[in-house]
């Protein structure tokens, strides 16, 4: 099945800086791949997704990287807040009414 | 917020027991994920329902069971309650499968389990 890494566990940045999380998968079939952000006693929201036939997609003040060759995907945020400060999960899974396979999540502090 | 709700928001059970968690889809959403969330862990795939079928499931044994219903809600049940059962369950809930659709799953506020 699905193997999904997450790097780093933790991250902490001052305030207007940028942070990346970084993911790998294993299975080549996979080909849809969000972000989640999870706040203390929160449900994950899905902030931002990306699929295989696209290498970058934007919304705002974040980002996604695929590299399907690579087998990795990143999460991008600049002019970090301390609103960004939660849990960050990345997931794959393989075409629509699919299961979802999550990484292990990362804690960013954004410190003021 | 999503329009994903699920009920009840907090549960304490005794090992052995049975528990029903409920979960309400977004209107417009013919199908339900539900995974399960141990603390400081990503969520885990419990099974997925597709117009009241099971349409995939994780690794977990047969304990866990579920129900989708035509208006697309659903229940887990978790049979022969054990200690490692306590976790934060999750439903999650996907739009028809269109061109450009289907394959988001916006999840609800979660079940907080605990199984004394």
């Known amino acids: 099945g699905e193997n999904v890494e997450q790097h780093p566990s933790t991250l902490s940045v001052q305030e207007g800086d940028s942070a990346v999380i970084k993911c790998t998968y294993s299975?080549?079939?996979?080909?849809?791949f969000p972000w989640y952000k999870q706040e203390l006693g929160k449900r994950p929201q899905l902030i931002i997704d990306?699929?295989?036939?696209?290498g970058e997609k934007k919304d705002q003040r974040i980002a996604v990287t695929l590299n399907k060759t690579a087998k990795h995907f990143s999460l991008h945020i600049t002019e970090t807040q301390p609103e960004d400060s939660a849990v960050y999960f990345c997931?794959?899974?393989?075409?629509?009414?699919?299961?979802?396979?999550f990484g292990s999540g990362t804690r960013l502090q954004v410190q003021p | 917020e999503t329009g994903v709700t699920q009920s009840p928001t907090h549960l304490i059970k005794t090992r052995g027991q049975q528990v029903t968690l409920r979960c309400s889809s977004q209107s417009g959403h013919n199908t339900v994920s539900w995974y399960q969330q141990a603390l400081g862990q990503g969520p885990q795939f419990i099974f997925q329902?597709?117009?009241?079928?099971?349409?995939g499931r994780g690794n977990f044994p047969p304990r866990f069971s579920g129900l989708q219903f035509p208006n697309y809600s659903s229940e887990l049940n978790v049979n022969a309650l054990e200690l490692d059962d306590s976790a934060l369950y999750l439903c999650?809930?996907?739009?028809?499968?269109?061109?450009?659709?289907?394959?988001?799953?916006?999840f609800g506020p979660g079940t907080r389990l605990t199984v004394t």
């Open positions: 997931a794959a899974s393989w075409g629509g009414r699919r299961a979802l396979t």
């Open positions: 999650a809930s996907s739009p028809n499968e269109g061109k450009d659709t289907g394959y988001e799953q916006y």
């Open positions: 299975d080549s079939a996979s080909n849809y």
């Open positions: 990306i699929r295989s036939n696209v």
């Open positions: 329902y597709y117009r009241e079928e099971e349409n």
